[in-house]
């Protein structure tokens, strides 16, 4: 069993700043790949930020410059991103996902994607 919880959503004006976290936890083997997604009402859900095991990030063109995705090199399995210089159209749910290897029985492994709760950001004008 794995599981994905985010925290570090609230409110917030515009141009200030918020940290999400994502803390996974469960029979992890490593986390090939993970992103930040978001959706606002109404909206479809788009990917935000994303990286690799390999270290390679990859942003949405309206957050570049703006956020930051990172792993927490001390706590393994913690990934974070950064959000500076918030707009109101920032505001929406962000939610974690994760592409885990997982211990699946004796000595096996499988990958399978996870999706976190989410967290509400709410960014003030």
């Known amino acids: 069993q794995v599981q994905l919880v985010e925290s570090g959503g609230g409110l917030v004006q515009a141009g200030g700043s918020l940290r999400l976290s994502c803390a996974a936890s469960g029979s992890i083997f490593s986390i090939n790949a993970m992103g930040w997604y978001r959706q606002a009402p109404g909206k479809q859900r788009e990917l935000v930020a994303g990286?690799?095991?390999?270290?390679?990030?990859?942003y949405a063109d309206s957050v570049k410059g703006r956020f930051t995705i990172s792993k927490d090199n001390t706590k393994n399995m913690v990934y974070y991103l950064q959000m500076d210089t918030l707009k109101p159209e920032d505001t929406a749910v962000y939610y974690c996902n994760a592409d885990v290897r997982y211990y699946s029985g004796i000595s096996g492994t499988a990958v399978r994607n996870y999706w976190g709760q989410g967290t509400q950001v709410t960014v003030s004008s």
């Open positions: 990286t690799t095991s390999g270290g390679s990030t990859n």
